[in-house]
């Protein structure tokens, strides 16, 4: 039965809401060493999942502030229209930071930074250019910059000046990708002077790495790649769409794509949301694929998150979903959707142009058969970038020679994270860590650690090889302490790295530090006989 036009705007506004609860000097050396350590080996961190271009996604205005303007910070780091003139009426803000639509903030980025960013405001942007400058100087030598879309969210939001088809708002993101690039350049003395370069093969990263610089790859994270969404278990793509749109991406330089992310499509069943939360996207995939979630329960050791079933809670009531949601079995939960045939062809389209295959966001059922697919190739560009499967599955990444990274945790979480996957790494395999920060993917960057005055983050310290000092990270009037402030935008991420090493030793860096080596040996390494 479809759904009412209010009942869907009701429930689409309430997705909305919900949807990512999921979710002094800066540098005194003038330049970092050329990370190299040894004949070809790198040495540096891999942030293997962000979005520094999500600005123009969702219709482009519900996250506040850009990576970058021609006219400068203060064009750049400016706050959106509806939250003027004090917050009030920010409700996406002030739901996601404080629980509540009820909220204030200060409005002004630009120079007093008084409110945003912060690691727990997720409408703000953390990611404008001068402060990944300062990640980079600080060790990071590789940065998976995905493309995000999602057609429901911005269908919902009632502000928009772009598109909500999901892929025209992925080759917008491109575009403000190479114009970041080029802006970039422009400040360093021209075409290719840049500390940054967008990179399409292992080759081109080790060289830009090589001269100092942070090599970008490319990445798409969206429901409905090419139109692969499904109504009533009816596809809406074919094997040529896909075809298609794998080509023009690979053109467009993508080199790593998720097949699903919040909704199940014609591709695959997703990882569920658990919660709150969960029942509010499960309801945003009824509204977009006509059905509610399909569980039943695991019979094996992997499994996606639990989902509630029944009625919504009561302080929730309002939603009104105009009826109970399905009445699901015993936990542990498994989503009766797994890799679909057109998600096959797809998989194998990627294998084919070369591509990175991102796991996480799959059913535990989309995701076995993927790895399955994986093994039988011997092909080792496999990647779960922040956190989103069963770690079940992460010998079956490493034994290919894949990678893991953690979600940007705070950073105890994030420690024991490292350990866990450490347990589990092929030892005959060069095991290096990265980490997803997600900036700007609507989920929160590391908060301070808690009870962290006995053993603070000293300032200034040194970045892991030696080769540049950061105090704390002053923009404008505003300076940031990670003891105090957390990972408040990106350039604090060196700031988090040195807390992870005052609480775990220098173990924890120097498997960091190998990541990015890591990432590029699965980059470049043949399929496996």
Same mark, same amino acid.
């Given at each position: ?39 070809g ?52 803000e ?11 903030h ?30 980079? =100087?600080? +060790? ?15 269908d ?96 467009l330089?993508? =080199? ?18 658990g ?60 989503n ?34 993927t ?19 069963? =770690?079940?599955f ?27 996957a ?13 980490? +997803? ?93």
């Amino acid at each position: 039965m479809p759904v009412p036009r209010s009942m869907a705007a009701r429930l689409g506004a309430a997705l909305l809401l919900l949807f990512s609860l999921v979710v002094a000097a800066e540098v005194a050396a003038p330049r970092p060493s050329a990370a190299q350590g040894g004949p070809g080996a790198v040495r540096g961190f891999l942030d293997a999942h962000s979005h520094l271009h999500s600005h123009e996604s969702f219709g482009g205005m519900l996250l506040c502030g850009k990576p970058f303007d021609p006219d400068g910070i203060e064009d750049a780091l400016r706050d959106c229209i509806d939250h003027h003139p004090n917050g009030a009426l920010a409700f996406f803000e002030n739901f996601l930071k404080n629980g509540s639509p009820i909220g204030t903030h200060d409005p002004r980025g630009w120079p007093t930074f008084k409110d945003w960013p912060a690691w727990n405001s997720l409408t703000h942007q953390t990611a404008y250019h001068e402060w990944v400058e300062r990640a980079w =100087r600080g +060790g990071q030598r590789i940065l998976v910059n995905h493309m995000v879309a999602n057609r429901q969210i911005c269908d919902v939001y009632p502000l928009k000046r772009t598109s909500c088809d999901e892929m025209a708002s992925i080759r917008l993101q491109v575009r403000r990708a190479n114009e970041l690039q080029a802006h970039i350049d422009s400040r360093h003395g021209g075409p290719g002077k840049g500390w940054l370069r967008i990179v399409r093969s292992p080759e081109e990263a080790r060289q830009v790495i090589a001269q100092g610089k942070l090599a970008m790859v490319l990445g798409v994270e969206t429901s409905e790649p090419f139109g692969c969404r499904i109504v009533n278990g009816v596809p809406g793509c074919t094997k040529a769409d896909i075809d298609r749109g794998l080509d023009e991406m690979h053109s467009l330089g993508v =080199r790593s794509m998720f097949l699903c992310h919040k909704f199940d499509n014609a591709l695959c069943g997703v990882r569920f949301d658990g919660g709150t939360q969960g029942l509010i996207i499960n309801a945003g995939n009824k509204i977009g694929t006509g059905r509610f979630w399909q569980a039943e329960t695991c019979t094996t050791a992997e499994h996606d998150n639990t989902v509630a079933g029944g009625t919504l809670p009561k302080e929730l009531s309002w939603i009104d979903p105009g009826g109970a949601f399905p009445l699901y079995p015993p936990a542990p939960h498994c989503n009766k959707l797994g890799l679909t045939a057109l998600g096959e062809h797809m998989v194998r389209g990627m294998m084919q142009r070369d591509m990175w295959i991102e796991i996480d966001h799959m059913s535990v059922r989309a995701a076995s058969r993927t790895l399955d697919i994986l093994e039988q190739a011997g092909y080792p560009r496999v990647i779960s970038s922040h956190s989103w499967t069963d =770690r079940n599955f992460y010998p079956r990444i490493y034994r290919l020679g894949g990678m893991v990274a953690s979600y940007g945790h705070s950073s105890e979480k994030f420690v024991q994270d490292w350990r866990g996957a450490k347990a589990v790494r092929d030892p005959s395999r060069l095991f290096g860590y990265g980490y +997803g920060m997600d900036a700007n993917g609507l989920g929160p960057l590391p908060a301070p650690r808690a009870n962290n005055s006995a053993n603070p983050v000293r300032y200034p310290f040194q970045s892991h090889d030696g080769s540049v000092t950061l105090d704390r990270l002053r923009t404008g009037e505003r300076t940031w302490d990670v003891n105090v402030d957390g990972v408040a935008n990106y350039g604090l991420v060196p700031d988090w790295i040195e807390d992870m090493r005052v609480i775990a030793g220098p173990e924890i860096v120097n498997d960091l530090a190998w990541a990015a080596e890591a990432y590029l040996r699965a980059w470049e390494s043949p399929p496996a006989p």
